[in-house]
């Protein structure tokens, strides 16, 4: 049952590309009859260059889009842009990005690589019954694209590279990031009821992952925070149940617990021994809070024994402005060793302004607690060795990007950004007392 569902979404991936492909016309994409496609409870914005551009005017039909990977939901007014088309009784989406990078950061941990971060977005929808049927794949080349199993990225830590621990570098994206089926059940005019399977997925956690969330679109490196915050948004083996009356949505989820191993072309399975729940509200058209709990059973491979009780809270707004979007969050997440009490907190605020239809500037400040897998400095965990939170490290990022060109479908930006640290006296004999990090790069996002 499980590989007939592999190959059913493995096949939505495939006709959606190709019948986007086959139905471009012009500046803007178009359905077989020559009319711009529409999903269910989805509003056409204002035209930005070549643009399609959407948002919706309520939480239920902003959910129903499922423009983020999982169950997630950002605020209403929040735009997304995309190629459509239809096929039949289907309404076929694509959408995604990648950057090609340049990173260099200065200090003696720090390091320098050219990479790519990237992901891709295949959707396919349509009516069934009382409801709305939503097959979506989503795919990253980060496994070929970032090489070492890493890229750099001072003071971040989480999951395994070569047995070792991961230390000042951020791990790529697995090849299948998520394979789903979603069904939404309108109850009523105000009532949704949502179903979700998805042998790889995002559970009811946090806010919209990062690589999806509109306060981050432009930057192309993981927060610090990454593993407190939204690193559940691919775990294997997810079922969530959603219920939406109005502006407030409760969601539950059952998962596997395990974080994806570091071999990024297989799909990780194994039991449902996890469990989130979360409760969401959109009390206005810019406005998207969130709260959410999760245990999650052994979620380190090199902490087998360890549970981890993990809570997010989060605020978001999003303003459209003329000629751009003002999209920021605020949000705190925290771990705890569910046996041991170790207990780390994350807070990060991000902010992205697009501003005169081409330009974006952002912010990205972070407070996170680090744990002595610090100081192992990427060397195997000694005999006895635990892990214990013990520092805070702050980091404060500032970056620009204008977007250059006009190839049809297809947005291209140039930019950078700056990072620089606070760092604790603990690590200045390590980090040095400023270290800093600055990176380029090529932006392109089908448009």
Not at 95 to 113: C, I, Y
Not at 353 to 376: G, Q
Request: hydrophobic share 35%; charged share 20%.
């Amino acid at each position: 049952m499980r590989k007939m569902f592999l190959l059913v979404l493995a096949a939505t991936s495939l006709l959606v590309s190709s019948q986007l492909a086959l139905a471009k016309d012009g500046g803007r994409d178009m359905n077989m009859s020559g009319q711009a496609p529409s999903m269910p409870g989805m509003a056409e914005g204002k035209m930005g260059h070549d643009a399609m551009s959407m948002n919706s005017h309520s939480l239920v039909a902003s959910l129903l889009q499922h423009a983020a990977s999982g169950t997630d939901a950002e605020p209403n007014s929040t735009p997304f842009q995309m190629l459509m088309t239809t096929w039949g009784s289907w309404t076929l989406m694509f959408h995604g990005e990648a950057f090609v990078s340049e990173m260099q950061q200065s200090g003696s941990r720090g390091a320098g690589k050219l990479f790519s971060t990237n992901w891709w977005m295949p959707m396919a929808q349509r009516k069934f019954g009382k409801g709305t049927l939503t097959l979506r794949t989503m795919l990253s080349f980060e496994p070929v694209t970032v090489s070492d199993r890493r890229y750099p990225e001072l003071f971040q830590q989480g999951e395994t590279a070569f047995g070792r621990p991961i230390v000042d570098g951020q791990h790529p994206h697995d090849f299948f990031m998520e394979l789903a089926a979603l069904y939404d059940y309108r109850a009523s005019e105000h009532t949704l009821v949502t179903f979700y399977a998805a042998p790889l997925g995002d559970p009811a956690m946090g806010p919209a992952a990062y690589p999806h969330r509109a306060s981050a679109s432009e930057n192309p490196i993981a927060p610090l925070g990454h593993h407190f915050q939204d690193s559940t948004h691919i775990a294997a083996d997810v079922v969530t149940l959603g219920v939406t009356h109005r502006s407030v949505r409760l969601e539950a989820s059952g998962f596997h617990g395990r974080e994806p191993d570091e071999f990024r072309w297989n799909i990780n399975s194994g039991k449902m021994d996890s469990w989130s729940a979360r409760v969401t509200a959109n009390p206005g058209q810019n406005w998207s809070v969130q709260y959410s709990v999760a245990q999650m059973h052994s979620p380190e491979e090199l902490a087998p024994a360890a549970d981890i009780r993990r809570m997010t809270a989060s605020v978001q707004y999003n303003r459209p402005l003329p000629g751009g979007n003002w999209a920021t969050l605020l949000l705190w997440g925290r771990n705890q060793d569910v046996s041991g009490g170790n207990v780390g907190n994350s807070y990060l605020l991000e902010s992205t302004l697009r501003f005169r239809e081409r330009n974006y500037a952002w912010t990205r400040i972070e407070n996170v607690d680090r744990t002595n897998e610090l100081l192992l400095g990427g060397d195997p965990e000694p005999p006895g060795f635990s892990e214990r939170y013990f520092t805070r490290v702050q980091a404060y990022t500032a970056g620009y990007e204008r977007e250059v060109g006009h190839i049809p479908h297809l947005s291209t930006a140039l930019g950078g950004q700056f990072t620089w640290y606070g760092v604790p006296d603990v690590l200045k004999p390590i980090y040095g007392k400023r270290p800093v990090g600055g990176i380029v790069f090529l932006r392109v996002r089908p448009h």
